[in-house]
């Protein structure tokens, strides 16, 4: 599979997904214009990635702080779990799944405990400054 790479910008995260590392990753602000949009490839590569995963997949996220729920945080935290529950196959499927969600705001860690409790899977929380020890031993 192709792998996409996403430069962030100031309304839209930063996207590397990897199948060959099985590495999937979100880092930043997520409010873009239209969500459908920007999610849509996004969607469409996790549909595929799940009929044929790495044997260890890796989930980092790392939402910036967002203030409370309007009309596109909830479309686009529709998207982002449509796509998580996506990679409950992939446990499924006796594979593993690591989902590390960090956060430096309250709100973005009760989103990522929301998700596990929706989704069935285990995430490991972690501050937002504990990202970088997490590349280091990667």
């Known amino acids: 599979m192709k792998t996409i790479t996403i430069q962030g910008t100031a309304k839209t995260p930063s996207i590397m997904f990897n199948s060959d590392k099985g590495l ?5 602000i ?14 469409k590569w996790c549909e595929k990635y799940v009929n044929n ?7 980092n996220i790392q939402l910036e702080d967002f203030d409370a729920p309007s009309l596109k945080v909830l479309l ?4 982002l779990l ?18 590390n969600w960090f956060y430096k705001d309250l709100n973005v860690m009760g989103l990522g405990e929301d998700y596990e409790k929706l989704t069935g899977l285990q995430f490991q929380f ?4 504990q990202m970088e020890d997490m590349y280091t031993n990667w």
Do not use: A, V
């Open 76 to 79: 686009i935290c529709s998207d």
């Open 126 to 129: 972690s501050r937002k400054s």
């Open 24 to 28: 999937l990753e979100i880092k930043g």
């Open 53 to 59: 995963p790495h044997e260890r997949t890796i989930i």
């Open 30 to 43: 997520s409010m873009p214009e239209n969500s459908k949009d920007f999610y849509k490839p996004l969607i």
């Open 82 to 99: 449509y796509c998580l529950n996506l990679m409950k196959t992939i446990k499924e499927s006796h594979r593993d799944i690591l989902i």
